[in-house]
C-alpha cells in the first residue's frame, strides 16, 4: 500500500517553531485527516493529535494540528530539547481498506 | 488506565508460524478496532492488520495478507496475530495498538536461520 509523504527530517532551534508535513491523498489525509504520533528512542509511539486537531489529554498546547487539501501540518511553537523524536502521520485509507503512514520526519532541536 | 501488553516474540526460523498475543485492560474492549504495526530495526511505522471490534471486520496489508491472520476474543480482552510463513523481512517490534491513540510497548520478532 502507497504511504503518506512526509520530509525525513527538520531541524529547528530552541524556542523555534517547527512545522512538520504530511501529504497524502483524497482517500486518505483529504478524507478523514490525520492522526500525529511522536516516538521517542527505544519507546512505542504515542499519539499527539487525531483528525486534524484533536489533541489527546495531556498533550502540550505548543502542538497544534491542521489540514489543508490532502496535506496535514503538526506545528510545535517553542520548541524544547523532549521535543526531539521522530513524528509519524497515519490516516485510514478508504480506497485500499488500510491504514498508511508516513515515513516519518526526524525532529532535531538544535 | 488503558494497557495494553504484547507477549509471543521471539526467535523464529524461516518458514515457521509463531502467534503473538496482546492483553488488553482499562477500556470496554469490545467497542474498539484493533491494530497490529510492526516496525523493523531503524525503519518506520509499517500497518500490519485491523480488526473491528465486534471480530468480523479485518484488513490486511498486502505484505501479510495470506500468511498472517488477526482474531480477538471479547471475553478474554485479547487481540492476536498468527504468524505463518515467515520470512526475514517479518523481522520488526510489533506493537498492538488501540485504534490509533493506545500503544503497548511491542514484542520483538527476529526470523533467522
Known amino acids: 500500500q502507497a504511504g503518506l509523504t512526509q520530509p525525513p527530517s527538520v531541524s529547528k532551534g530552541l524556542g523555534q517553531t517547527a512545522t512538520l508535513t504530511c501529504t497524502g491523498n483524497?482517500?486518505?489525509?483529504?478524507?478523514?485527516?490525520a492522526a500525529w504520533l511522536q516516538q521517542h528512542q527505544g519507546h512505542p509511539p504515542k499519539l499527539l493529535s487525531y483528525?486534524?486537531?484533536n489533541r489527546p489529554s495531556g498533550i502540550s498546547e505548543r502542538l497544534s494540528a491542521s489540514r489543508s487539501g490532502n496535506t496535514a501540518s503538526l506545528t510545535i511553537t517553542g520548541l524544547q530539547p523532549e521535543d526531539e523524536a521522530d513524528y509519524y502521520c497515519?490516516?485510514?485509507?478508504?480506497?485500499?481498506?488500510?491504514?498508511?503512514f508516513g515515513g516519518g520526519t526526524k525532529l532535531t532541536v538544535l | 488506565e488503558v494497557q495494553l501488553v504484547e507477549s509471543g516474540g521471539g526467535l523464529a526460523q524461516p518458514g515457521v508460524s509463531l502467534r503473538l498475543s496482546c492483553a488488553a485492560s482499562?477500556?470496554?474492549?469490545?467497542?474498539?478496532?484493533m491494530n497490529w504495526v510492526r516496525q523493523a530495526p531503524g525503519k518506520g511505522l509499517e500497518w500490519v492488520s485491523s480488526?473491528?471490534?465486534?471480530?468480523?471486520?479485518?484488513y490486511y496489508a498486502d505484505s501479510v495478507k495470506g500468511r498472517f491472520t488477526i482474531s480477538r476474543d471479547n471475553a478474554k480482552n485479547s487481540l492476536y496475530l498468527q504468524m505463518n510463513s515467515l520470512r526475514g523481512e517479518d523481522t520488526a517490534v510489533y506493537y498492538c495498538?488501540?485504534?490509533?491513540?493506545?500503544w503497548g510497548q511491542g514484542t520483538l520478532v527476529t526470523v533467522s536461520s
Open positions: 495498538a488501540r485504534s490509533i491513540d493506545y
Open positions: 482499562g477500556f470496554a474492549f469490545s467497542s474498539y478496532s
Open positions: 480488526i473491528g471490534g465486534g471480530g468480523s471486520s479485518k
Open positions: 483524497s482517500n486518505n489525509v483529504g478524507n478523514q485527516g
Open positions: 483528525r486534524n486537531n
Open positions: 497515519s490516516a485510514w485509507d478508504s480506497s485500499l481498506s488500510a491504514w498508511v
